[in-house]
């Protein structure tokens, strides 16, 4: 069968839970009102996969993602081969996946083999003629900014929405535990985090977030607070003290002050503890987030006292 003598064929069936206008399954039969057609009013990539392609089974979600941040300026059809052999012996597809970038009803750019998100956005923008920029990007901005503000509820309902879109995010994981524990449901945290995978568990923006909840899992209230600071204000010298009440800092967001109690005991004696003071400073910096005022601060003064 000629795709091109099948011009009056029905339509393919969209894809189950995806917008028909910009994502659907095609074959040879549709191959014309799903492809050719709709390329001569906007560039249509053509993905050719098998099921039992691995690397398929990458890219295909990576290049349905951006067909939807490009907002109709690209459209995608997916062509399963394995159901399809005329049309993939037609358009020579040799080896899966191959992607064909259709303009004016012409083949006009492609590219083998699964490829990373950033090297399919710059496909994609090449065929729109302008950047493609992911709404995620700016939710996960927004949400940043309201867990700064303290604003926790904000913050977890915009980063749920973001793992509604993409389950896997862990830019979004790791922010709503942090929005959890802020907001006291330290054993939900806890049943969330015990039930994941170990690599994700060690993905940076989630292993930073853990160090926050194992924080909150150490009991200190603003109760322990207002009693460490008169145990301090007494006896400056007792670093238990000091590290209740950096302890206690932590519990109750003050972390300049936290950061001051732990540098106390670093300064008065390093090795107290096991180095407790250091370590849990370490673990304050990992769960307030490298680039967090006071984790930059922190780690300017345990500089000076280390190296002084």
């Known amino acids: 069968m000629s795709i091109i003598l099948d011009a009056t064929a029905p339509n393919a069936t969209p894809t189950a839970g995806q917008d028909k206008d910009l994502i659907k399954d095609s074959g040879i039969e549709t191959f014309v009102q799903d ?26 979600p990576t290049i349905e993602k951006v067909t939807r941040e490009a907002g109709g300026r690209v459209k995608l059809v997916k062509v399963n081969i394995d159901e399809n052999q005329e049309l993939a012996m037609q358009l020579r597809i040799q080896s899966v996946p191959t992607v064909y970038a259709f303009k004016g009803g012409r083949p006009v750019d492609g590219f083998q ?10 496909f994609y923008e090449r065929l729109a003629g302008g950047p493609i920029e992911s ?19 904000t913050a977890h309902g915009l980063y749920v929405g973001v793992l509604e879109r993409e389950p896997q995010n862990e830019t979004a994981i790791g922010g709503m535990i942090r929005c959890m524990v802020a907001m006291g449901e330290v054993e939900e945290t806890r049943h969330f985090v015990d039930n994941m ?7 940076a923006p989630i292993a930073s977030a853990i160090s926050a909840l194992e924080l909150a899992e150490t009991g200190y209230s603003k109760e322990d607070l207002d009693v460490a600071r008169a145990k301090v204000a007494a006896d400056p010298d007792d670093l238990q003290a000091q590290f209740d009440l950096g302890m206690a800092c932590f519990a109750t967001n003050k972390r300049e002050e936290a950061v001051n109690a732990m540098i106390a005991i670093i300064r008065k004696d390093r090795s107290w503890n096991d180095d407790a003071g250091r370590t849990q400073l370490i673990k304050f910096f990992e769960a307030w987030g490298p680039m967090d005022p006071a984790s930059v601060a922190g780690r300017r003064a345990l500089s000076t006292v280390l190296f002084s």
């Open 113 to 122: 083999g699964a490829q990373p998100e950033s090297e399919v956005r710059a």
């Open 35 to 60: 492809v050719i057609e709709p390329s001569m009013e906007v560039p249509v990539v053509v993905d050719f996969w098998a099921p039992w392609c691995g690397p398929c089974k990458s890219l295909t």
């Open 135 to 153: 709404p995620i990007a700016a939710i996960l901005e927004q949400a940043a900014g309201a867990l700064a503000d303290d604003d926790h509820e």
């Open 197 to 203: 995978a170990e690599a994700d568990r060690l993905k």
